[in-house]
Structure formats: structure tokens, C-alpha cells
């Protein structure tokens, strides 16, 4: 395929082809590890695999919102930018403590423990250090750059000219309102919702959709993806601290 027909990939080859990338990428390095070393170190690697993972797709993803959206930045600069920065960070991190609280009310975690893979003891099988910087920075960009920018904008541009041609049936300045709000929540809530089901857990229904939301949110009203990077690393630190020293 040439550059102009990867170019014109419609919106929901645009959409699949990042997952399905991701898929393989870490379902490439865990072949590779349990071919090395057998099954038995794959809990223990996990946390590496995935950083290895993140660090091949970070680039691809940058290349590919380039390449589809020609990406976007930044409304916000200098000082100011630094101090939403850190009010994101501070935000995502009191959100995790409090899902955390939450989550292990004795009814509430009992009603989780019901469902398979909600177990988390292979994030947290590596060392500290290695956790902070896959989960609060390798990870936190790669999901964000395949959600926030990859994802959302595909299906925005997918449910976009569903919104328009009721909008025409309908008519009306009320109407234009209302198309403008649905071209906005209705891909954000399809990103949300696909961010939560690729975590591969029930309990992240209610904990990666909300968040989901919020990181659209952010990187809307801030226009960049440092704002839902920072909010999402800042919710793993959090949940990775309390972890560590609550063990």
C-alpha cells in the first residue's frame, strides 16, 4: 500500500488497525519470552513486556496521527501549562484513591472476586521502579495516543456524518446544537467505553469508562494530549504507591 491509499484509509480500518497493532505487539514480545524462557517468568516480566510494548507503539502512533489527523497542540503555555499539568496529575491520583477505597468495600470487592481476571499481582510482581516508569509514563502516553488521539478521532469522524444527516432530516439552529454536542460525547463515550473493554477486566467498567471520559474531557478543554497523559499517570502513581505501601 502506498502513502496516499494509507493516507485515505477509511475511519474504521483508522480505528482497527492501532488496536489490532497493539494486540500483536504484546502478544509478539510475550511469544518471544515464553519461547526463551517458558511460561514460568512471564508473571515476573509482564511489567517489562508491556514497557517494551509501549516503547515500540509510542512512535508508530505518533506517526500515525500525523499521518491520518496531522495532530494538534497546545492551547496552554508557560507557566500556566505547567500548573494544569500538575492539577491533572493531583486529579487523576485523588480519582484512583478514591475507586480504590471503594473497590475494596468488603461488598464491592466480593462482587468483583465473582469475575474472572481481576486478579492485578502481575503488575506489581516487578520492581517499583520499573512499575513507575511503565505504568505512569510508557503506558499512560501509548493508551492515550491510541484513544484519545487514534481511537476518538476515527470514530468521531464515523458517528460525525451519522449526526449530520439527521441533523439535515431535522433541521433547525437546535438541532445544529445538538449535532455539535453529539460529534463530541458520543465518540468520547465509544473511546471510553473500548478504552475500558481492552483493559480486559469488569471491574474497569467502572473505573477506566468514568476516567475515559474524564481524559477526553482534558485533552479537549487543555487541546493536548499532555493533560490526559499527566491525569493518567497520575491515577497509576497513585494506585501503584498506595499498592506498595499498603504490601
Known amino acids: 500500500m502506498d502513502r496516499e491509499h494509507f493516507q485515505a484509509l477509511p475511519p474504521m480500518a483508522r480505528l482497527a488497525l492501532p488496536l489490532l497493532i497493539s494486540y500483536a505487539a504484546m502478544g509478539l514480545f510475550v511469544f518471544l519470552a515464553e519461547s526463551l524462557m517458558g511460561p514460568e517468568p512471564l508473571m515476573r516480566l ?8 509501549a516503547s515500540v507503539l509510542i512512535p508508530l502512533y505518533l506517526k500515525l496521527n500525523w499521518e491520518w489527523y496531522g495532530g494538534k497542540e ?7 501549562r505547567a500548573l494544569w499539568l500538575f492539577l491533572s496529575v ?19 470487592s466480593n462482587f468483583f472476586q465473582l469475575f474472572p481476571g481481576e486478579s492485578q499481582e502481575q503488575m506489581f510482581a516487578s520492581p517499583l521502579v520499573l512499575q513507575l516508569l511503565v505504568y ?22 464515523m458517528t460525525e456524518k451519522i449526526s449530520v444527516l439527521r441533523a439535515r432530516r431535522r433541521g433547525g439552529a437546535a438541532e445544529d446544537r445538538k449535532r455539535e454536542t453529539e460529534t463530541i460525547f458520543l465518540p468520547a463515550f465509544l473511546t471510553a467505553l473500548l478504552f475500558a473493554i481492552y483493559h480486559g477486566s469488569f471491574s474497569q467498567l467502572f473505573y477506566a469508562l468514568p476516567m475515559g471520559l474524564l481524559f477526553q474531557y482534558a485533552e479537549r478543554e487543555g487541546g493536548s494530549l499532555c493533560f490526559p497523559i499527566a491525569m493518567h499517570g497520575g491515577a497509576n502513581l497513585a494506585a501503584l504507591l498506595a499498592e506498595h505501601f499498603s504490601s
Open 46 to 53: 509482564d511489567t517489562l513486556l508491556t514497557g517494551l510494548s
Open 136 to 157: 505512569c509514563l510508557l503506558t499512560p502516553v501509548s493508551e492515550e495516543l491510541l484513544f484519545r488521539a487514534l481511537s476518538f478521532s476515527a470514530i468521531r469522524e
Open 74 to 80: 497546545k492551547r496552554f503555555v508557560g507557566f500556566q
Open 90 to 108: 493531583l486529579l487523576g491520583a485523588v480519582l484512583s484513591l478514591l475507586y480504590g477505597m471503594l473497590s475494596s468495600l468488603p461488598n464491592v
